[in-house]
């Protein structure tokens, strides 16, 4: 496992373009990343994840031009976008019918988010392609805050850790999760961003 400085975020992108796993912080908790447009890569993420292949992951975007590729936008949709991304907000939204079946894994509906994080975003657009990035944990364990515990859950199974930024004040809280279905919203984990926020968007 590489260890990449909190600044190096060309060297992380080299790592995900080639198809490899990175471990990096966000906003809120340390997330494991793959480029999204690779099933091999798709399938090292589950395996490293230790994690039922049903459930698909997030797509992390460095813009909003990157989430109307993948996802149906509504009016309604739209206003919550603008208000609450970039940030710590993940939205599952309904699939267009041209995304790969390992991405929403037939089930019509996949997480996006774009991260407040400026090395995250600088890593993105270095990489070309949104990523797959679910939080950095083995499956049913905590969210790893720190690049030790990332290191600890993962040991050699992913290809490099991203060092905090210690001048960064995180939320340590993951994002919060929402789905939205014909205009209706649901709470599916409560994070970052409280239940009146959304409610009063």
């Known amino acids: 496992m590489l260890n990449i400085s909190k600044d190096d975020y060309k060297s992380a ?13 966000t906003e809120t908790v340390y997330g494991l990343g793959c480029i999204s447009n690779s099933e091999e890569a798709f399938n090292k993420l589950v395996n490293a994840k230790k994690r039922p292949p049903d459930k698909p992951f997030t797509l992390m975007c460095s813009a909003f ?9 509504t009016p309604k949709i739209q206003r919550i976008v603008d208000k609450f991304m970039p940030g710590p907000l993940t939205i599952v939204l309904k699939t267009k019918e041209s995304v790969p079946h390992y991405l929403d894994l037939g089930t019509g509906f996949i997480g996006v988010r774009i991260p407040k994080a400026d090395f995250v975003l600088k890593m993105i657009n270095e990489v070309g392609s949104p990523l797959l990035v ?42 919060t999760v929402v789905r939205i279905d014909k205009d209706k919203i649901f709470l599916l984990r409560l994070g970052a961003i409280s239940v009146e926020e959304l409610e009063e968007a």
């Open 65 to 73: 031009t990157q989430v109307e590729e993948y996802v149906e936008i």
């Open 13 to 25: 992108a080299k790592i995900l373009k080639n198809g490899g796993l990175v471990a990096f912080p």
């Open 134 to 175: 679910p939080s950095a944990n083995i499956s049913s364990f905590p969210p790893a805050k720190t690049s030790l515990e990332v290191i600890n859950y993962f040991k050699d199974n992913i290809d490099g850790v991203v060092e905090e930024n210690t001048n960064h004040l995180s939320s340590n809280l993951p994002s």
